[in-house]
Nanobody
Framework: QVQLVESGGGLAQAGGSLRLSCAASGRTFSSSVMGWFRQAPGKDREFVAG????????YYADSVKGRFTISRDNAKNAVYLQMNSLKLEDTAVYYC??????????????????WGQGTQVTVSS
């Protein structure tokens, strides 16, 4: 079982940066693919970025490619999302998620079996 707690959300100006952190507990973290998802009001939850077990492989949604960076530190049981060049449309609740099983980065929320409570990111002009 993996429990996830996000932090680092808040208010940022367009063009600015924020760094989200996700602290994980549980013995399966290092064998869990980790992902970040987001959900804006009235919209479905969408994939943002994912990272493989070792951190060697990453995958990003086209909307954030080149601006966001996902990373993980298995020694600290943590995963991070560095968000640069923020845009108004990045405003959403951001969720950390983990999935056990095959070392494949999936973009569908239903394939992840562990979720954090979410952290709000608001980008203003």
């Amino acid at each position: 079982q993996v429990q996830l707690v996000e932090s680092g959300g808040g208010l940022a100006q367009a063009g600015g940066s924020l760094r989200l952190s996700c602290a994980a507990s549980g013995r399966t973290f290092s064998s869990s693919v980790m992902g970040w998802f987001r959900q804006a009001p009235g919209k479905d939850r969408e994939f943002v970025a994912g990272v493989s077990w070792s951190g060697r492989n990453t995958y990003y949604a086209d909307s954030v490619k080149g601006r966001f960076t996902i990373s993980r530190d298995n020694a600290k049981n943590a995963v991070y999302l560095q968000m640069n060049s923020l845009k108004l449309e990045d405003t959403a609740v951001y969720y950390c998620a983990g999935r056990t099983g095959a070392n494949l980065i999936m973009t569908i929320p239903g394939t992840y079996n562990h979720w954090g409570q979410g952290t709000q990111v608001t980008v203003s002009s």
